[in-house]
C-alpha cells in the first residue's frame, strides 16, 4: 500500500473556544479510531503555531536560519496524518472524512516511495 500525506490547514490566529473545539476534537479522534481500525491510520500530530517555527536555508556550504514559517499567509498547517491506502482515491476519501471532522481543509498528497535510512 502507499502511504498519503493528509495536512490540515487552519487559519492564523488563537483557536477556537473549547465549546467549539472539543466537539471537532471528538470527531477527529472518531476518524482516527475508524483509520486504526480499518488499517490505515500510521501517524498524526498536530503541531504548535506557526510563530514557533524556524525556517533553515542552505547556503552554500552551511545554512541560516529565520524565525516564522517559510510562507506568509492566512493559514498555516495545524497538523497532519499519514495514513496507507489502495489508491488515491481511497485516500482522498479518508481525507474527505478528516476535513469533514475538523471542518477545514485538508490536503491529500501521496508520499514517495523509499526510505532514507
Given at each position: 500500500?502507499?502511504q ?16 467549539v ?27 504548535h503555531?506557526?510563530?514557533t517555527a524556524?525556517v ?11 524565525d516564522?514559517?517559510?510562507l ?12 496507507r ?23 491529500v498528497?501521496p ?7
Amino acid at each position: 500500500m502507499k502511504q498519503y500525506l493528509l495536512s490540515i490547514y487552519q487559519p492564523d490566529g488563537e483557536p477556537p473556544a473549547p465549546e467549539v473545539l472539543d466537539p471537532i476534537m471528538r470527531d477527529v479522534e472518531a476518524v482516527n479510531q475508524q483509520m486504526g481500525e480499518a488499517g490505515a491510520w500510521v501517524f498524526a500530530a498536530g503541531l504548535h503555531p506557526p510563530d514557533t517555527a524556524v525556517v533553515a536555508r542552505g547556503r552554500g556550504a552551511g545554512a541560516i536560519t529565520t524565525d516564522g514559517p517559510y510562507l506568509e499567509g492566512k493559514e498555516h498547517i495545524g497538523g497532519f496524518t499519514v495514513i496507507r491506502a489502495d489508491d488515491f482515491d481511497a485516500a482522498l476519501e479518508w481525507g474527505r472524512k478528516l476535513a469533514a471532522a475538523t471542518t477545514l481543509p485538508v490536503e491529500v498528497r501521496p508520499m514517495q516511495d523509499g526510505s532514507c535510512g
